[in-house]
């Protein structure tokens, strides 16, 4: 269908609802088995919901928190605030008590609504008092909420189709920050409804019987401004994942017409068919006519692409080595930037220009341009956030007097108009030898070592850089002398491309992987540089004087 530019997305529902009543929009995996909500079934939940929600004497515009994994009732949720008139403001599930609580104190929430999550009875204790929890079904409801159950047995639906203007404030996003406390980015209906308008056609809202699969976090700007809006605007299917170990089963079930993900995902996937079959019998496979198309086919299929038209890879630099090896397949990624600020896509690459190493061109009502001093990204378009929640001087350091947005990301712009990353701004350092280094462009260069899962170059102190690596699970599953052996041969293949200053020293093989839950990774699998740096801070020197260019934490 043809997006018009004003129509947000709470009545793009309400289309849905009366049009396609009957039609599966939400599949929801238990175990084996799934729960079906049609559009008119899921309108009657949402409906209860946005009248209770208008019966407990909240004022008009409250802001209603929401904590949860991905499932069906996180869409009825926000589907509901948006009907009753309020803002909601998602949670990451993985957040702690004391995290939560900072974010709820600073947001104004009075209601939470909470739902699917592994550690509720850790983050409990942050909740502060006066605030009304009302708790999902189904995922272990705590007895001291308002039920779920209880609100759809006795709550009448709310008639009529209220509808907000464009202007009004949606949502308020936290962002899950590399460094400091989350900000609340500030976002409009007409923000996310521009956003879908001018990347409509990239988005391929064309295709008929839409299906996605809703896994990276909801509470994310992706999957919020992208799936949802998406899922939205076509009457698609969502369906969601269970959990971590059900993935694949999941992904498999849901066969999504679209595909969105971080690069970490698609190497996992890359890693998975090698552990099968290794690149050298692939290479040889892909060789033979006959057997090419069939290899493909096999390939998409027991990845659960069978059906997928359009793959989107964004939040992170995607090695060109990861590209080139999808492209062989037949499957092009298509490369998305923006972040929370600009509601999460200010360039795409377009599906038949791929130029590797660029994140595509501006969308259609998107002005960008380089900061001539700093190098830093700023735009201006109808995604821009209104600023932050209640930081009136952070909302002045990222959006100038004349209305461009400060990325805090370093860029480039070519001839044709394709951004290329080069870096962030404030993660630059200096070395002991007083050069400075911009790490994520080192980092790119390790992309095409399957050995290595996760990477962060570091050496403020230090005359040269080190990289710190985490091992993949083909490594895990290789010689230690093997490994060791790729790990220089990266190196040995690498350095002579860099500048003298950044060329890297030492490669650290260390124990522990990154994770949210050791504070590593942000909830949207960004690493932490800052924790990263910290917690190997007082080991750099040592590492960097020992022999050898491989080295092993014990």
């Known amino acids: 269908m043809q997006v018009k530019a004003e129509t947000t997305l709470i009545e793009h529902f309400y289309h849905w609802e009366e049009t396609t009543p009957n039609k599966v929009f939400l599949k ?8 079906d909500f049609t559009w008119q079934e899921t309108g009657q939940q949402i409906r209860k919901l946005a009248a209770y929600l208008n019966s407990i004497g909240l004022p008009p515009k409250s802001h209603i928190g929401l904590v949860s994994k991905n499932c069906a009732e996180w869409f009825i949720c926000d589907l509901a605030i948006m009907m009753a008139g309020h803002v909601s403001v998602p949670f990451f599930p993985t957040l702690t008590a004391g995290q939560i609580n900072q974010i709820l104190a600073h947001s104004g929430c009075k209601v939470l609504l909470v739902g699917k999550l592994d550690d509720w009875k850790g983050m409990k204790p942050g909740i502060p008092k006066g605030v009304r929890c009302i708790s999902f079904p189904a995922y272990n409801p705590d007895p001291d909420h308002v039920q779920w159950d209880d609100i759809m047995a006795k709550q009448k639906p709310l008639s009529g189709n209220p509808a907000p203007a464009p202007e009004d404030l949606m949502t308020i996003i936290y962002t899950s920050g590399t460094t400091g406390n989350p900000k609340g980015v500030m976002l409009t209906f007409g923000n996310l409804a521009s956003m879908l ?23 994310h700007i992706a999957e919020r401004g992208v799936l949802v809006n998406a899922v939205l605007a076509t009457g698609a299917t969502v369906y969601f994942a269970e959990s971590l170990d059900t993935f694949a089963k999941n992904l498999a079930a849901a066969s999504p017409t679209h595909f969105g993900g971080v690069p970490r995902i698609y190497a996992k996937f890359q890693q998975g068919v090698l552990a099968k079959m290794p690149q050298k019998r692939l290479d040889v496979l892909l060789k033979i006519p006959l057997l090419n198309s069939f290899i493909k086919k096999k390939i998409r299929k027991a990845l659960g692409f069978a059906k997928t038209e359009i793959f989107l890879v964004a939040a992170a630099p995607m090695p060109i080595s990861l590209l080139k090896w999808y492209d062989r397949l037949g499957i092009v990624i298509q490369e998305a930037y923006g972040m929370t600020e600009n509601t999460a896509i200010v360039t795409i690459t377009p599906r038949n220009k791929v130029k590797y190493g660029k994140v595509g061109k501006a969308i259609p009502g998107t002005q960008l341009k380089i900061d001539p001093v700093t190098g830093e990204i700023c735009t201006k378009a109808g995604g821009n ?5 209640n930081e009136p001087e952070m909302t002045a350091e990222a959006i100038d007097t004349d209305g461009w947005l400060h990325s805090g990301d370093k ?14 701004v404030k993660e630059m350092y200096k070395t002991s030898k007083g050069e400075y280094v911009a790490p994520a462009q080192i980092e790119i260069g390790f992309a095409t070592n399957s050995y290595i899962e996760q990477i962060c170059v570091v050496g403020e102190f230090i005359p040269q850089p080190i990289a710190l690596v985490v091992l993949s699970e083909l490594a895990n599953a290789a010689s230690k002398d093997s490994v060791a052996e790729s790990l220089r041969q990266t190196l040995a293949d690498l350095n002579p491309t860099l500048k003298p200053y950044e060329r890297v020293q030492k490669i650290v093989v260390v124990k522990e992987p990154w994770t949210v839950e050791n504070k590593r990774m942000t909830p949207s699998l960004k690493i ?17 004087e020992q022999p050898g260019e491989v080295i092993w934490e014990l």
């Not at 929801?28 to 729960?35: E, I, N, T, V, Y």
């Not at 044709?416 to 870096?423: A, E, R």
């Open 28 to 35: 929801q995996p238990f175990g084996d088995a799934w729960k």
């Open 197 to 219: 308008f001018h990347s409509q056609q990239h988005l391929r809202l064309d295709i008929p019987d839409a299906r996605l699969l809703s896994y990276l976090p909801l509470c």
């Open 385 to 389: 956030m209104l600023g932050y929640y």
């Open 411 to 424: 860029g480039e712009l070519d001839a044709d108009g394709y951004l290329s990353i080069t870096g962030r």
């Open 528 to 544: 932490r540089r800052i924790e990263v740096e910290k917690v190997f801070a007082n080991k750099m020197e040592g590492w960097y």
